[in-house]
């Protein structure tokens, strides 16, 4: 039983759960994999709370996991990347399995054999480091934009998370275009607003 811890953003929830939905090898509805899903958006904006000392969403995320647990969730995933801040935390308080995205990036990286990668995520996730640090480990080098290009990022983000697919859209594909110029093998779609839909050059 998979359990979804979303909500941040809600699109990026019901994405993922199309991907896992459309990539499951099922012939009828009953060999679907099941899923609960906590989709919460009042989870306070993971963002603000580290790059602004705003309200800290551990609680709310501690509390979603254990609404999941106790729906009988066996393994938990969390379709946001900057939240990834806190997985060690959720980890320490899980019962079951949870699935971090940074790993699974980079163990597909190293099974790419990728070595240079470019990165777009949000001001947090990238000055957090939790990608950079971790493919620096691997030998990697993780490429992200400069400011200019980071500022045009996130309000290509946000647009999405307003529900403007087609205006982030235009403003996220000038951000991944300059990263693959500047020598990226792969583009990592670092925020689950983006991820697979947005960009239209290969990854």
């Not at 070595?115 to 480091?129: E, I, K, Q």
Request: include cysteine; glycine fraction near 12%; aromatic fraction near 4%.
């Amino acid at each position: 039983m998979l359990g979804i811890l979303g909500g941040m953003g809600p699109l990026a929830t019901v994405d993922f759960m199309q991907k896992v939905i459309a990539l499951s090898l099922a012939n009828s509805d009953q060999e679907h994999l099941p899923m609960l899903v906590h989709n919460v958006p009042q989870i306070p904006d993971r963002s603000a709370c580290i790059l602004q000392g705003g309200k800290d969403p551990l609680p709310s995320l501690l509390q979603g996991l254990k609404r999941l647990e106790n729906a009988g969730a066996t393994c938990i995933v969390i379709p946001c990347n900057t939240a990834h801040y806190w997985f060690g935390a959720l980890q320490a308080h899980s019962t079951v399995k949870m699935i971090s995205i940074i790993d699974v990036v980079c163990q597909e990286l190293v099974r790419r054999g990728i070595t240079n990668v470019g990165l777009m995520a949000t001001n947090t996730t990238v000055a957090a480091g939790v990608y950079k640090q971790r493919i620096g480990a691997l030998g990697g080098e993780c490429q992200v934009p400069d400011d200019l290009a980071q500022q045009q990022l996130m309000t290509a983000i946000y647009d999405i998370k307003a529900g403007r697919p087609e205006q982030g859209s235009r403003g996220m594909q000038m951000v991944f275009d300059g990263l693959l110029a500047g020598g990226a093998e792969a583009v990592i779609l670092g925020c689950t607003e983006m991820a697979g839909k947005h960009c239209t050059a290969a990854t």
